[in-house]
Antibody, heavy 120, light 110 residues
């Protein structure tokens, strides 16, 4: 069974940075696209970013474009999200998710999430 | 990048069928057969129940079925069970090479 373990969440002030990590196991990480999806408290799911299997194709939601950077290290079976210039509205549970393909057409497995709280 | 449109809530009695709709545009649902549905019980991570409009992952009962017509996708749950009570979300790949989620539908089993 696919395992995805997010880490790096915490409480941060507006304008500061945070880096999330996702450790993947029990599947061939380098063969699949990956996603970051977030869920604000009591709200719905919001897609944040996706990255193809070899990092050639990367996309972001308009709400984070220019502030967040997704990356992956296939040798380390790890996915990352560098979040800069954080805003109050970035407060959410951030999920790492595996795609069912080499791109990011739709997640098929999810981690348990890491909580990011942006607060002064 | 507006979210796909879902009815906020639906309800049904055990044994009945319910259908949840997800409306997009010609740039997302209408353009690709890359529609997925997820089930999220309270306090847990989402779980995939339908992908590529109508395909079921292994282990998902055939009570769950998906379809699409134009820019609207639908999820039908037949033979409702109390454990089906959860939030349900649709997603679609878009022509901007992004992914969009619906706003979610809360299913109550009366």
């Amino acid at each position: 069974e696919v395992q995805l373990a997010e880490s790096g969440g915490g409480v941060v002030q507006p304008g500061r940075s945070l880096r999330l990590s996702c450790a993947a196991s029990r599947f061939t990480f380098g063969d699949y696209g990956m996603h970051w999806v977030r869920q604000a408290p009591g709200k719905g799911l919001e897609w944040v970013s996706g990255i193809s299997w070899n990092s050639d194709i990367i996309a972001y939601a308009d709400s984070v474009k220019g502030r967040f950077t997704i990356s992956r290290d296939n040798a380390k079976n790890s996915l990352y999200l560098q979040m800069n210039s954080l805003r109050l509205e970035d407060t959410a549970l951030y999920y790492c998710a595996k795609d069912g393909s080499w791109l990011f057409w739709g997640p098929d497995s999810w981690g348990q999430g890491t909580l990011v709280t942006v607060s002064s | 990048q507006s979210a796909l449109t879902q009815t906020p809530s639906v309800s049904g009695s055990p044994g009945q069928s319910v259908t949840i709709y997800c409306t997009g545009t010609s740039s997302d649902i209408g353009a690709y057969d890359r529609v997925s549905w997820f089930r999220q019980p309270p306090g847990t991570a989402p779980n995939l129940i339908i992908y590529d409009v109508s395909k079921r992952p292994s282990g998902v009962p055939d009570r769950f079925s998906g379809s699409k017509s134009g820019s609207t996708a639908s999820l039908t749950i037949s033979g409702l069970q109390t454990e089906d009570e959860a939030d349900y979300y649709c997603s679609s790949y878009t022509s901007s090479s992004t992914l969009l989620f619906g706003g979610g539908t809360k299913l109550t089993v009366l």
